[in-house]
């Protein structure tokens, strides 16, 4: 039952989030001469120079992409996306329909960055989101989940880049009046990309991170009850061998917050025969306990 009630609430954020993207493409993208990032941009040119709507051309490109995901990446997966493509085509095609005028920001040539970036925002968002309950927003995340199962080598950021590249290219000739080239689309779809970009990679790594830090010691006894008393947190001992001297020592494995770096930095400085560093882990997650022994 808990299982069940979590599917319908993964496809609840999903509707939800596709009547945010409309609301968001509605409100700020529409209206202010520019093309977002990915097959959506293809489609937002079309509908400026042929007053096709967005909500058919998101049909057209992502549907198929659907199918095929479908059969070639992950059933849950491809319904998802089906199903936020068909919540997002049906209400920006409503508010189209309802002309709700008053809702537009229309920067009107002025300050568009405004608008770019309050849409590449809402875009990150959106896309984060979904990838974290694995969903596609648009056509070019499901061609990124294609290309990340068959070629898990494969650099997608390349193809992500020739893309929008391409996108920003011709939206400078789709945008541009009068016969005189006008380079600020350009400009506006690649601020757009950045922020989608940007904010979409802090949702997926989420808010919870850390700092994990590997210290070789002789000493891996004394800096484990400095770590379990002072910081109240633990650590994982592993037996090692030093490679060039062959002396036998330990590896401790600990994980931190932000806070505690300088104090554990403070804790390995009181130790002679001690190499650290640490880097830093996006996210924590599990379900671990342990009790300190006073």
């Known amino acids: 039952m808990k299982k069940q009630l979590k599917h319908i609430f993964s496809y609840i954020i999903i509707s939800a989030l596709a009547l945010l993207l409309a609301i968001n493409y509605y409100v700020f993208i529409i209206e202010n001469d520019f093309a977002p990032a990915g097959l959506n941009g293809i489609a937002t040119m079309i509908q400026y120079k042929t007053g096709f709507s967005i909500s058919y051309m998101s049909l057209i490109i992502n549907i198929p992409l659907c199918i095929l995901a479908f059969f070639l990446i992950s059933r849950s997966y491809a319904v998802k996306s ?25 920067a009107g040539g002025h300050d568009t960055i405004f608008p770019v970036i309050i849409s590449g ?44 590249f391409t996108i ?20 506006l779809c690649i601020t757009y990309c950045f922020v989608t970009y940007y904010v979409g990679d802090l949702i997926i790594k989420g808010s919870k991170t850390a700092y994990k830090f590997t ?38 494995i600990c994980v931190v917050d932000k806070h505690q770096i300088v104090e554990f930095k403070d ?28």
Do not use: W
């Open 82 to 106: 089906l199903v936020f493509t068909l919540v997002y085509s049906f209400f920006y095609l409503l508010l189209q329909r309802l002309e709700l005028k008053g809702l537009q920001y229309d």
């Open 121 to 164: 925002v809402l875009s990150g968002i959106v896309a984060g989101i979904c990838l974290k309950n694995n969903s596609a927003s648009g056509g070019m995340e499901i061609v990124s989940k294609y290309i990340g199962k068959v070629r898990p080598a494969a650099n997608f950021f390349i193809v992500s880049f020739i893309m929008n």
């Open 168 to 187: 920003a290219v011709i939206s400078l000739f789709v945008y541009s009046k009068n016969g005189t080239l006008d380079y600020k689309p350009i400009a």
């Open 215 to 252: 210290v070789i010691t002789t000493h891996s006894d004394e800096i484990i009850s400095d770590i379990t008393h002072l910081l109240k947190r633990g650590a994982t001992k592993i037996a090692a061998k030093g490679a060039f001297t062959d002396t036998q020592k330990d590896v401790l």
């Open 267 to 294: 804790i390995i400085g009181k130790y002679d025969n001690t190499f650290s560093f640490y880097e830093t882990a996006n996210e924590t997650y599990g379900n671990f306990k342990h009790l300190i022994h006073k």
